[in-house]
T-cell receptor, first 111, second 114 residues
């Protein structure tokens, strides 16, 4: 029973393409997040949704668009992919300010 | 500015030796504090957390951490390291209220020699 799942696990694509990463949590949490981990392992929050409402929107290019169809899902769509978008993207969930539970990550490689 | 500093980028210890990973933070108010571990190719797993109360907190896998308000530190310790503890360790701070925005340190990579 996976708590936070992401698909796909690996994503290899060409520059300029559009791609999506999906995230689902079965923990009953009300808040979900997207993080980006760069090649130096640095983790930075990108977005957060609480009950389908965007509550955190860091300085992220507008090519990145999160969508939360319901409390259990938070997807990340990326338009016009660039080389610098290559990273590992983590989804996480929590109940308000409690600890966050992370998914296994999606390794995106842009060629 | 809010920040988390993990001064040690890379630490190597022998199996069975004790371990201490350092974490210092800069935050406007007393934050919630976390230690996460990331094994190669895996997601992050919570080791332990501090919200309030006893400043020495116990976590999973035999880890503990001590919150020292005067030093703005939350160091992670383990008395005897196992080879399976080799991983990347992240300290994080977050607010005690409002939006749950975690700020992560740069991580400490732990290598364990047999």
């Amino acid at each position: 029973d996976t708590a936070v799942s992401q698909t796909p696990k690996y994503l290899v694509t060409q520059m300029g393409n559009d791609k999506s990463i999906k995230c689902e949590q079965n923990l009953g949490h009300d808040t979900m997040y997207w993080y980006k981990q760069d090649s130096k392992k640095f983790l930075k929050i990108m977005f957060s949704y609480n009950n389908k409402e965007l509550i955190i929107n860091e300085t992220v290019p507008n090519r990145f668009s999160p969508k939360s169809p319901d409390k259990a899902h938070l997807n990340l769509h990326i338009n016009s992919l660039e080389l610098g978008d290559s990273a590992v993207y983590f989804c996480a969930s929590s109940i308000l300010v409690n600890e966050q539970f992370f998914g296994p990550g999606t390794r995106l490689t842009v060629l | 500015a809010q920040s988390v500093t993990q001064p040690d980028i890379h630490i190597t210890v022998s199996e069975g030796a004790s371990l201490e990973l350092r974490c210092n933070y800069s935050y406007g108010a007393t934050p919630y504090l976390f230690w996460y571990v990331q094994s190669p190719g895996q997601g992050l797993q919570l080791l332990l957390k501090y919200f309030s109360g006893d400043t020495l907190v116990q976590g999973i896998k035999g880890f503990e951490a001590e919150f020292k308000r005067s030093q703005s530190s939350f160091n992670l310790r383990k008395p005897s390291v196992h080879w399976s503890d080799a991983a990347e360790y992240f300290c994080a701070v977050g607010p005690s209220g409002g939006y749950n925005k975690l700020i992560f340190g740069a991580g400490t990579r732990l290598a364990v020699h047999p």
